[in-house]
Nanobody, 125 residues
Framework: QVQLVESGGGLVQPGGSLRLSCAVS????????IGWFRQTPGKEREFVAG????????NYADSVEGRFTISRDNAKNTVYLQMNSLKPEDTAVYYC??????????????????WGQGTQVTVSS
């Protein structure tokens, strides 16, 4: 059983930055791809970014490309999502998830096996 714990959410003004963290419980994190998703009320979870643990390959949604950066720290078993130039439309609950498709980043939430509890990000003046 892989456990994921997100942290780092909060309230930020438009144009500001936040860094989310996703702590992964087991060393078997190396067998997984980690994705970040977000969800607003009444909408499905939306893929934001993903990273393969073995080689660090990344992929981003068009809506965040150039503003968000996903990275992983193997020593700390932690994946980060650096969010810059935040916009009000980035407001959502952000989730990290683990997918056992080791070398593939999939953008469909149903493909992911384990989920964190989510962290709220609010972008507002």
């Amino acid at each position: 059983q892989v456990q994921l714990v997100e942290s780092g959410g909060g309230l930020v003004q438009p144009g500001g930055s936040l860094r989310l963290s996703c702590a992964v419980s087991e060393r078997t994190s190396s067998d997984y791809t980690i994705g970040w998703f977000r969800q607003t009320p009444g909408k499905e979870r939306e893929f934001v970014a993903g990273v393969t643990w073995t080689d660090g390959y990344t992929n981003y949604a068009d809506s965040v490309e150039g503003r968000f950066t996903i990275s992983r720290d193997n020593a700390k078993n932690t994946v980060y999502l650096q969010m810059n130039s935040l916009k009000p439309e980035d407001t959502a609950v952000y989730y990290c998830a683990a997918d056992n498709a080791r070398s593939t980043i999939r953008a469909t939430s149903s493909e992911y096996d384990y989920w964190g509890q989510g962290t709220q990000v609010t972008v507002s003046s």
